[in-house]
C-alpha cells in the first residue's frame, strides 16, 4: 500500500473482559480503555488529533453512542467520525485511524471500540440471522455448520479432533491472559461432550458475549519517535467483503474473501510464504471451527493442511506458527472491540509486551484479522522494523 508517510501503534489499551460489568456504565467502560491506552503511551488527551468511536450500534439499542461517550473517551471539542461496519467495526477503525495519520490529516488519532452486550439483545438480532425453522439444522445464530459438516464427511473424526483441539489451545491461551473472558481449563474430551447446537458445532465450539473496550492510539513516524522505543509500524492492510444470496441449484464454487484478502496482502508486500514470513497470527474466530477452516484459506494451505497443521502443534503458542496466543474470539468477544483487539495483541507480540502469552520466539511481522457479516474480512499487516 502506497503511504504519504508512515504510521505506528504507539499506544494499546484494553479493559478486562466480562460477561457482566455491573460497576460501570458505557461512558466509564470506553474510559478504561482509553486510560489505558493513553497511559501505556504517557499521553494525555491534549496530545490527541482526532477520535474515531465505533460499536455494534444496535446491540445496546443506543443511536449515536459517541455522542454520549465524549466524557469516556475525550471527543469534546476534537475531530471525530464514528464507524460501525457488524463485526469488523474494531478492524475498521483502525483502518480509518491509519488513514487519518498517514493522509497528513491528523498528527495523533485515537481509535476505541467498545461493546456492553449485558445492555441490549445482542443474542436476539443474531439468532435473527436464520430462519428459526428452516436453518435450525444448519445455524447458531449468524454462524452456520455447513462448512464444518463437510470437513466432517470429507476427513471424519479427524476434523471433529482437530477443531476440538483447536478449542483446547485457546482455553489456554486465555488463562494466561489477564484480559480475557473466558478462562476455563478443558480437555479435547469436554468439547466432543458439549451440547450440540447445530451439527457439528457444539457449545463450546463457540464464542462468548463480552463486555469490553480497547484503545489505540496512532501517530505518524515523527510523533511515534518522540513517544516511544517501541512503535508498531503499520505495513498494510486489506479489505475484502462480499454479499451473499441463497439460492437453488446446488453448490458452486466462489473463492473466500479470507483468501482474496491474503493474496492481495501477500502480493503487495512480497510475501510468498506466510507460514516462514510472518511469525504470529491473531485471527478474528467466531467458532473453533471457522479458525480451522480459514487457515486453509488465509495461509494459502493445500487441501487438509490445516488439519496436519494442528495435529502437529505448529499453531500453539510455542509452534512454528502461532494462532490466537490471546485466546481469540472464542475467548473474548465485545464485538464493536473484538477485531481491534486482534490488531492489539498482534502489536504486543511485535513490542514483546504480551507477559505470559508472549510467543517465545521474537516476533517481527504479525497478521491480525476481523471478520463480519457479509463475509466482510480485513486483514492487517503490523511489522517491527518501518521496511519489514
Not at 219 to 239: F, G, N, Q, R, Y
Request: with cysteine.
Amino acid at each position: 500500500m502506497s503511504r504519504k508517510r508512515n504510521v505506528a501503534i504507539v499506544g494499546i489499551g484494553q479493559t478486562y473482559h466480562k460477561a457482566h460489568r455491573p460497576d460501570v456504565n458505557q461512558v466509564e467502560l470506553v474510559h478504561e480503555a482509553v486510560r489505558a491506552a493513553l497511559g501505556n503511551a504517557l499521553l494525555s488527551m491534549k496530545d490527541i488529533d482526532c477520535v474515531v468511536h465505533g460499536n455494534m450500534e444496535l446491540f445496546e439499542g443506543i443511536h449515536q453512542p459517541d455522542m454520549w461517550h465524549v466524557d469516556g473517551d475525550g471527543a469534546f471539542l476534537k475531530s471525530g467520525f464514528r464507524l460501525t461496519t457488524g463485526g469488523t467495526t474494531g478492524g475498521t477503525l483502525v483502518c480509518a485511524a491509519d488513514h487519518l495519520v498517514a493522509s497528513g490529516l491528523f498528527e495523533t488519532v485515537l481509535a476505541v471500540g467498545f461493546e456492553k452486550q449485558e445492555e441490549g439483545h445482542t443474542t436476539t438480532g443474531i439468532t435473527a440471522m436464520a430462519d428459526p425453522l428452516w436453518g435450525r439444522a444448519l445455524m447458531t445464530g449468524a454462524i452456520s455448520g455447513v462448512r464444518a459438516g463437510m470437513m466432517v464427511r470429507e476427513f471424519g473424526q479427524r476434523a471433529e479432533l482437530a477443531a476440538a483441539r483447536v478449542r483446547v489451545k485457546a482455553a489456554n491461551n486465555a488463562l494466561k491472559n489477564p484480559f480475557a473472558h473466558l478462562k476455563i481449563k478443558i480437555t479435547v474430551d469436554d468439547v466432543m461432550k458439549s451440547r450440540m447446537l447445530a451439527y457439528p458445532l457444539r457449545f463450546l465450539h463457540m464464542c462468548p458475549e463480552s463486555n469490553g473496550a480497547c484503545a489505540l492510539v496512532l501517530s505518524s513516524e515523527e510523533k511515534a519517535k518522540e513517544i516511544t522505543k517501541k512503535p508498531v509500524w503499520m505495513k498494510d492492510h486489506v479489505t475484502v467483503h462480499m454479499e451473499e444470496t441463497f439460492y437453488r441449484g446446488g453448490p458452486r464454487k466462489i473463492t473466500p474473501s479470507m483468501e482474496v484478502a491474503a493474496r492481495k496482502l501477500y502480493q503487495r508486500n512480497g510475501i510468498k510464504n506466510p507460514l516462514e514470513e510472518i511469525d504470529v497470527f491473531e485471527m478474528y474466530d467466531p467458532s473453533s471451527w471457522w479458525e480451522l477452516e480459514w487457515m486453509e484459506y488465509f495461509l494459502l494451505l493445500k487441501h487438509g493442511q490445516n488439519i496436519d497443521l494442528v495435529e502437529e502443534g505448529a499453531t500453539e503458542i510455542d509452534g512454528r506458527f502461532p494462532i490466537n496466543p490471546s485466546g481469540g474470539v472464542v475467548s473474548t468477544n465485545p464485538i464493536g472491540a473484538t477485531a481491534m483487539i486482534r490488531v492489539a495483541e498482534a502489536a504486543l507480540q511485535i513490542r514483546g509486551d504480551a507477559g505470559e502469552h508472549q510467543v517465545p520466539k521474537e516476533v517481527r511481522r504479525a497478521m491480525a484479522s476481523s471478520f463480519g457479516g457479509t463475509l466482510w474480512t480485513i486483514l492487517h499487516l503490523l511489522t517491527k522494523e518501518i521496511g519489514a
